[in-house]
């Protein structure tokens, strides 16, 4: 451990005294506030303890980069996001009013373009894969724990580029329950995967395009999760394949996207793991008409296990994707299935999303989500039996005040279907956010 933090003190001195050396040194600061308000989102019974809470969230990032050269430079980012709680009902929260003020290294990392004059790029060090590959089905977020305050890897990643449409990713990642690899300013001790378990994996990606509409992306993740305890239950430590593909068709003004993955492995109590999991979305755009409508509908799957810890587990494994995928609310709820909040299982979705530009600094959709399961859980207090999971409809606003200032509004609201037990409430997930980037 001290040797790893004498090393992030070498590189910082290394790029404080490179910024002030030949080379070109480009800094930036990005801030962003938010109020989230949160009902209900956690067991849809207003008559539980776990109820409501009001927060307000203050992220801040200061980034520096400098270029050695065409081919060389050095990446670094400190972040913070303190929470200040309002309201204290959930337990999330625990009476605390001030959480998570704490300065942590966001990413640092070496980016080597053309190795030794090959076609090969290497980006070595703690960096985001934020929508870099496909729509973040399998790969997007590795520290899901602190929600989107941080999201990052620890990574190395090989760029081999075939030409200007075709390369391969190769990564290893190892991810830690808790900060291990850099030093963090007021250290609170912040959890960044939950349950207790660090995860390491090694991943395949492709990029190709075989024709200028359509392109597919294959992939393979080779991903293991330390044994841990989950739920009351002790969990082994779990060896996964996921193998899989992503394909896009763009025949304007329709546009048609998909993906497919197929898991196998096996945790080292002999129990084996399954999973499958796919989406197809369908777009169409009416560019000239007034407001510049386009309407998606699609259809999402995630196989599931009503009872995970019993022999064998058939249910979906998010790998790299517990974030809100599908909803802000909703990712909520997976922690009383799962034991962890984005833990995306068990699920089918029939969406239809209507976009819309008001103004050309005003963005508004409209979305309908119908969620369904693929086995209903035993019927207990919290479950119904059922295998309808309830309907979430979903509006956002968007503005851009100038070319560094936008806003954000965001309102959810979620029916609970016969998947809950029948004394179920609705629930609320409401956002207001303004960002600034400079």
């Known amino acids: 451990m001290m040797a790893r ?3 992030l003190y070498i590189l910082f001195a290394v790029f404080a005294a490179t910024a002030l050396a030949d080379g070109n040194f480009d800094y930036g600061f990005n801030l962003r506030m938010r109020q989230e308000y949160i009902e209900n989102v956690f067991d ?3 008559a539980d303890i776990i109820k409501d809470d009001n927060y307000f969230r203050l992220k801040a990032s200061a980034w520096g980069k400098f270029s050695f050269s065409d081919n060389v430079s050095l990446f670094a980012k400190l972040t913070a996001e303190p929470k200040y709680y309002m309201r204290t009902d959930g337990q999330l929260s625990a009476g605390d009013h001030i959480k998570d003020n704490e300065i942590f ?14 076609p090969v790029d290497l980006r070595l060090g703690r960096q985001d894969f934020l929508m870099t590959h496909g729509e973040g089905f399998v790969l997007l977020d590795g520290t899901p724990y602190d929600g989107s305050r941080s999201v990052y890897f620890n990574a190395a990643k090989a760029t081999i580029r075939f030409n200007e449409k075709n390369s391969l990713d190769v990564i290893y990642t190892r991810n830690t329950e ?3 690899y850099l030093p963090v300013i007021d250290n609170q001790d912040r959890k960044l995967l939950f349950p207790e378990m660090d995860e390491s994996a090694f991943i395949l990606y492709g990029k190709f395009k075989p024709a200028d ?3 597919v992306e294959p992939y393979y993740i080779y991903k ?17 394949h996921t193998v899989g593909n992503r394909m896009v068709y763009d025949f304007q003004p329709w546009r048609v996207r998909g993906e497919i993955a197929y898991q196998f492995g096996e945790y080292d109590d002999n129990r084996d793991r399954n999973g499958l999991g796919g989406y197809v979305f369908l777009t169409r755009n009416f560019r000239e008409a007034r407001f510049s409508p386009s309407l998606d509908f699609g259809y999402a799957y995630l196989s599931g296990d009503d009872d995970p810890y019993a022999g064998d587990d058939d249910g979906w494994n998010p790998v790299f994707s517990k974030w809100p995928w599908i909803s802000e609310l909703y990712v909520f709820g997976s922690a009383i299935e799962r034991g962890e909040p984005g833990y995306w299982s068990n699920l089918q979705l029939l969406r239809a999303r209507l976009d819309m530009k008001m103004t050309e600094k005003t963005g508004l959709f409209l979305a309908y989500n119908y969620l369904m399961a693929n086995e209903g859980m035993a019927p207990s207090p919290f479950f119904g039996g059922g295998t309808k999971r ?3 409809p979903q509006v956002q606003l968007t503005h851009k005040f100038c070319k560094n200032v ?3 509004l965001l309102l959810e609201y979620f029916i609970p279907g016969d998947y809950y037990a029948a004394n179920r409430d609705d629930a609320v997930f409401f956002r207001w956010q303004i960002q600034m980037n400079f």
Request: no cysteine; aromatic share 6%.
């Open 44 to 46: 849809y019974n207003k």
């Open 406 to 408: 936008e806003g954000l």
């Open 105 to 118: 290294v966001d990413n640092l990392y070496l980016d080597v373009k053309s190795v030794m004059g090959m």
């Open 213 to 215: 509409r359509f392109a």
């Open 390 to 392: 309830g309907q979430l």
């Open 224 to 240: 293991t999760e330390d044994a841990h305890v989950r739920s009351g239950n002790n969990v082994a430590e779990l060896k996964l």
């Open 5 to 7: 933090k004498a090393l």
């Open 178 to 180: 808790e900060e291990e």
